[in-house]
T-cell receptor
């Protein structure tokens, strides 16, 4: 089956530093990858959609200069949280769709718990 | 994006069937109905999906109303491991937008 690997599973960083989170599709080509964030006891909120080789499309209210997304290949997308602050502490989850898309096509990573101190 | 409405929470006893409802009155003809579930501190896990016909897999069954304005996820025999938040999501070929989901509690 389709597997998406997300790394790291948790990270603690100091305020003002940047953190990179990787999302890899292990056994399929992912034309499109999605990044979500989730606060405690809340649902997943879509942050952005990234297509391989093109700029990410950010949802309304998400700062593209703060959350840098790179989708350089069909198997790897990265999310960099720049100049992180405590309010950026959250659970970040990536998802990938297969190429070509089929109706099964959304696989999620296991998430990254970011804590900014 | 078409929205879905789910109860905030439901309870079940172990070994009993569970019917999780979802209303989606604004569904379009090309929207698939997806169900995912999320255990604490994990990413969502695929459960089942369908378009028009009822669907069965090893995890669950999906019953879709004839007018497609509602659907029901059926867990035939709930186990403690089924305790999770269940999300009913409509999507075409693009992004998945999550609603608030139904928190299922399973009691031994």
């Amino acid at each position: 089956g389709a597997v998406v690997s997300q790394h790291p599973s948790w990270v603690i960083c100091k305020s003002g530093t940047s953190v990179k989170i990787e999302c890899r599709s292990l056994d399929f080509q992912a034309t499109t990858m999605f990044w979500y964030r989730q606060f405690p006891k809340q649902s997943l909120m879509l942050m952005a959609t990234s297509n391989e080789g093109s700029k990410a499309t950010y949802e309304q209210g998400v700062e593209k200069d703060k959350f840098l997304i790179n989708h350089a290949s069909l198997t790897l997308s990265t999310l960099t949280v720049t100049s992180a602050h405590p309010e950026d502490s959250s659970f970040y989850i990536c998802s990938a769709t297969k190429h070509p898309w089929d109706s099964y096509g959304y696989t999620f990573g296991s998430g990254t718990r970011l804590t900014v101190v | 994006d078409a929205k879905t409405t789910q109860p905030n929470s439901m309870e079940s006893n172990e070994e009993e069937p569970v019917h999780l409802p979802c209303n989606h009155s604004t569904i379009s003809g090309t929207d698939y109905i997806h169900w995912y579930r999320q255990l604490p501190s994990q990413g969502p896990e695929y459960v089942i999906h369908g378009l028009t016909s009822n669907v069965n897999n090893r995890m669950a069954s999906l019953a879709i109303a004839e007018d497609r304005k509602s659907s029901t996820l059926i867990l035939h025999r709930a186990t403690l491991r089924d305790a999770a938040v269940y999300y009913c999501i409509l999507s075409g070929t693009d992004k998945l937008i999550f609603g608030t989901g139904t928190r299922l509690q399973v009691f031994p």
